[in-house]
């Protein structure tokens, strides 16, 4: 078999850490090879070795059967090697010619040329079927647009070798789907595609073949065909991984939330992003919001929280708490875990122990007299370590900046769920998440219910919604427009009511 | 296994943040010394050497001065009025907030205090104590809060940037005191304010037996207290942990259920009162009068400078400020045709190549990190020989190993240098 990039025994060290371990990765010619590993596993190291942004203690890498040393970006862009990372690199400002041709510009005179390059774009798109609008400012188009920019980049330089460095993660779920066509595209003509994930489904929708790394260490190539994902989990994780979410039947009993007619207009645009939404949980339940991104989820859980400003009721235990403050709603039983981790969840700069008490640092637990109990702040941090399994570098000190995002997703929704509360409102927990993190917070949101606490759970994921809730109501352009059993319902008929075609039904 | 253990420690002591700072402060210190000796030796090599080594320790007894401890007394009233200022701004920042307005906040609460000095006297004997002296303080506090709240105000409501509004704050509270100085305090024949009453002035309670300098004052111990206190709030109390959180992240404190108007108001109030304090520090001094002229105290603007070289810390601040002090009384003495008859604006060409060069942080911190990474790796590879465990391969590459991902991400600032990081610390 012929391979085009031949990654073979790739050691790679840290100070303290060995990110990869006798790592090895063959890559077939026009093949779609998944690169499969929980965060932190070295998935991203050993590519960025590939690109040349380290270099490896040992191991030898071959292209096209001949061995190179690649030191840089530039020696990458040269064996044709070209990378999509997980953050786009484009200028917002800039259009998106300007960001594809930036770099390699093409001259007239010592004069920029666009009309050459947007030619070339315009063929290369319409070829590799990726719908960009040329003239538009990066700004301006969607995510799914912004990656496709940064896939023409990458085909602009003609490169032959691609990485996908955790694509989808910031995608809806047509985005992705048409992500998985074009990549299907690019290898008829010929391209070799690595595909740096840690969602099996989408292995199994695209990939030939996969290669497993856990901890550092190579753990073995599978064909993606002839293999399970439960196979593959097992191989990523180390140990059995339950997919279903074992629970029993939901006993709801009291109303905890109720809203009615709830209405968020945007100060700017006067849009509505919340318009009419009335509706209640109980003690005892998961109800799921589902729905495509921005179709005014946040918006509805920023009314309920308290973060922005709504007209109609929000109740809690019976108790107008329209115009509550956030920390009164916190303290009457309201806890939230929040959709942007870094922006809401935590002080990044704060440590760990503190961000632990973020929600109860005030409280006689915590302080007497104003002054802080550092004494009870560093036993709450180690117990809650000790319970929830939360993982950093120098325990309760550890910055919060500094812990992986699963840890700190942990560290979130054990502050979260272990107070005292009666309703928790879980914004797309498992965002970002490996499988094993995964796990741990459906048992906890399921624990939650059992507890006899009332969940309302956000998410876009309709795998998590079919799998975790006990009544789903899909949400479009800010109104809810059905309300589901999912012992009943299928994924393609949310899908249907979730792209708002059923609207008028409703 | 061990060995690792003990390098990660040696590693994570240097490179923890504090560790660096301060070094990189010290750094930027030395550099800054060494400057300032330079633009001394172009303009009068002869004695550039005697002058600055005055500088530098001017604590120490010379023909000019007095003894050692009467120096110390002039170190200290000059570095109080600085420590004070650069406390207010220090405590600002740490709710994310650049209070520039202090200047006009010193101003103000100056005025304040010399107005109390001035007219309310029958304070100096209130069944049998002065309370002259500490009302003045008091007021100082008061307005020079009041002051500082402005700007708080618009900021937390109505979100106007907080370095706008100090800086017009700080013309309308000079033109404002002078306007009423002008028209209640003023000493026509001086052309300046009034002096205060001397049961206003700050007493000495010994200390000028200790350090007896005309100048030393209680003042010192003010600015000790309010920096021990600043201390206690930002590091022991609930308000410390909010006002911190906001500064940090604005939004996860709102979503905490902070209330974030709230705390950045009265951080600028506290801010403000610090500056007033500082205010009545300067004026609250036997013969000292407040000119009525146009012009910026200078004290504000000192105190940033200290504030950022004391890493906004208020135990920083406190330790650069009396390092200030250590520096102006060095410039004040050298200003004798004995030591070459240097301007004693020498000092603030040192104090600005200081600050200029305390900007350059983040390399010297890069720089460091790396050394401090090589020699943690020597110390590595010394210890592994030792255990008589040798790998001839493994010692060539801790050698350029931990230098080579930040060179790279370096180079290459438009590839992913958050993730490749990321990845390496996981």
Redesign the interface.
């Known amino acids: 078999m012929e391979y085009v990039v031949e990654m073979l025994n790739i050691t790679k060290?840290?100070?303290?850490?060995k990110?990869n371990d006798d790592v090895t990765l063959q890559l077939q010619k026009q093949e779609i090879h998944a690169l499969l590993g929980e965060?932190?596993a070295?998935?991203?190291?050993l590519m960025?070795v590939l690109?040349?942004?380290?270099?490896p203690?040992?191991g030898t890498i071959k292209i096209n059967g001949e061995e190179v040393k690649i030191h840089?970006?530039n020696d990458a862009n040269k064996y044709k090697i070209g990378?999509v990372?997980?953050?786009f690199?484009l200028v917002h400002n800039y259009s998106v010619v300007e960001n594809i041709m930036l770099g390699v510009e093409s001259t007239k005179n010592g004069f920029l040329d666009y009309s050459v390059a947007k030619k070339k774009i315009i063929d290369l798109s319409e070829k590799y079927n990726l719908r960009i609008n040329p003239d538009a400012l990066i700004e301006d188009i969607s995510v799914g647009m912004q990656q496709r920019v940064e896939i023409l980049k990458m085909l602009y330089r003609d490169a032959e070798i691609l990485i996908f460095?955790e694509p989808t993660a910031v995608l809806t779920p047509q985005e992705i789907s048409e992500l998985m066509n074009i990549m299907k595209g690019l290898i008829k003509e010929g391209k070799s595609i690595v595909l740096i994930t840690h969602k099996l489904k989408e292995i199994k929708q695209v990939a030939d073949r996969c290669t497993v790394l856990r901890k550092g260490k190579y753990i073995g190539t599978v064909e993606v065909k002839n293999t399970s994902t439960k196979t593959m989990a097992e191989m990523m994780v180390g140990r059995p991984v339950s997919f279903e979410v074992i629970k029993e039947d939901a006993n709801p009993t009291d109303i905890v939330l109720e809203v009615h007619d709830i209405v968020v207009q945007d100060p700017l645009s006067h849009k509505l992003q919340v318009n009419n939404v009335s509706f209640a949980v109980r003690k005892g339940e998961i109800l799921c919001v589902a729905g495509i991104e921005g179709n005014g989820q946040t918006q509805l859980v920023e009314a309920i929280?308290g973060?922005k400003k709504c007209t109609g009721v929000v109740s809690l235990n019976g108790e107008d708490i329209s115009s509550a403050?956030?920390?009164?709603?916190?303290?009457m039983g309201l806890s939230?875990i929040?959709e942007d981790r870094h922006?809401?969840?935590?002080?990044?700069?704060?440590s760990l122990e503190?961000n632990l008490v973020?929600?109860e640092?005030?409280t006689p637990k915590f302080?007497k007299f104003?002054?802080?109990n550092?004494k009870a702040i560093r036993e709450n941090a180690v117990k809650m370590i000790a319970d929830y399994d939360i993982r950093s570098g120098?325990g309760p000190i550890t910055s919060a900046r500094?812990m992986?995002g699963g840890n700190q997703q942990k560290a979130i929704i054990a502050r979260e769920v272990s107070r005292d509360t009666e309703l928790i409102i879980a914004v797309q927990p498992t965002r970002g998440l490996d499988v094993g993190a995964i796990e741990f917070v459906h048992e906890q949101l399921v624990e939650m219910r059992d507890q006899g606490k009332a969940v309302l759970l956000i998410s876009l994921e309709l795998d998590e919604v079919m799998n975790l809730s006990d009544r789903i109501v899909v949400m479009y352009e800010g109104e809810l427009v059905g309300e589901f059993d999912p012992k009943t319902t299928s994924e393609t008929e949310l899908g249907i009511y979730m792209a708002g075609s059923n609207r008028s039904e409703e | 296994m061990e060995n690792?253990k003990k390098?990660?420690n040696f590693?994570?002591f240097f490179t923890s943040n504090i560790i660096m700072n301060i070094i990189s402060s010290i750094f930027s210190i030395f550099l800054g010394l060494l400057l300032g000796y330079i633009v001394m030796y172009i303009l009068n090599p002869e004695f550039a050497g005697v002058a600055f080594r005055v500088v530098i320790a001017s604590w120490r007894p010379i023909v000019l001065s007095g003894t050692q401890a009467y120096n110390m007394g002039e170190i200290l009233f000059r570095a109080t009025p600085i420590i004070l200022t650069g406390l207010s701004i220090s405590f600002a920042f740490k709710t994310g907030l650049f209070n520039i307005g202090v200047v006009g906040q010193f101003t103000v609460g100056a005025v304040a205090a010399i107005y109390v000095g001035v007219k309310w006297g029958v304070l100096a004997d209130v069944w049998g104590m002065n309370l002259h002296w500490p009302v003045a303080v008091l007021v100082a506090m008061i307005v020079g809060g009041i002051w500082g709240a402005i700007p708080g105000l618009l900021k937390a409501y109505r979100n106007v940037n907080e370095v706008v509004a100090g800086i017009m704050l700080n013309y309308i509270g000079m033109y404002l005191s002078i306007y009423f100085v002008t028209k209640n305090i003023f000493n026509v024949t001086y052309a300046r304010a009034m002096t205060v009453q001397t049961s206003a002035e700050l007493p000495t309670w010994g200390l000028d037996t200790l350090f007896p300098s005309p100048n030393i004052n209680i003042g010192i111990i003010l600015a000790l207290v309010a920096v021990i206190i600043t201390h206690i709030i930002l590091y022991?109390?609930?308000?410390?942990?909010e006002i911190?959180?906001v500064g940090?992240?604005r939004?996860?404190?709102?979503?905490?259920?902070?209330?974030e108007n709230k705390n950045i108001t009265l951080a600028l109030l506290i801010s403000g009162a610090i500056a007033g304090l500082a205010g009545a520090a300067v004026y609250l001094v036997g013969g000292k009068s407040f000119a009525v002229i146009a012009v910026l105290e200078p004290q504000g603007f000192t105190g940033i400078a200290i504030s950022l070289l004391g890493l906004t810390t208020p135990i920083g601040t406190f330790l650069v400020g009396i390092f200030y002090g250590v520096l102006q009384y060095g410039g004040y003495l050298i200003q004798g045709d004995l030591l070459g008859g240097f301007k004693p604006e020498i000092v603030d060409v040192i104090i600005s190549t200081i600050i200029y060069i305390s900007a350059l942080s983040l390399f010297v911190k890069m720089y460091l990190g790396k050394i401090i990474?090589f020699i943690?790796?020597r110390m590595a590879k010394k210890e592994e020989v030792v255990d008589g465990q040798v790998i001839a391969?493994k010692d060539e590459?801790l050698l350029e190993?931990?230098t080579?991902?930040k060179e790279?991400?370096k180079?290459?600032l438009?590839?992913?240098k958050?993730?490749?990081k990321?990845?390496?610390?996981?």
């Not at chain 1, 060290?13 to 850490?17: A, Q």
């Not at chain 2, 022991?236 to 942990?241: E, L």
């Open positions: 060290e840290f100070p303290g850490i990110a965060n932190g070295g998935k991203s190291t960025s690109f040349g942004l380290y270099q203690e040992q840089d970006p990378m990372h997980q953050h690199k460095d929280t973060l403050s956030i920390r009164k709603r916190n303290n939230h929040p922006k809401h969840g935590l002080i990044l700069d704060y503190y973020l929600q640092y005030f302080q104003g002054f802080l550092n120098q500094s992986s | 690792n390098r990660f590693e994570a022991n109390t609930k308000f410390g942990f911190k959180a940090l992240n939004h996860a404190s709102r979503y905490a259920g902070v209330n990474k943690s790796s391969l590459s190993k931990p080579e991902p790279k991400s180079v290459h438009s590839k992913p958050e993730e490749t990321k990845d390496g610390d996981e």
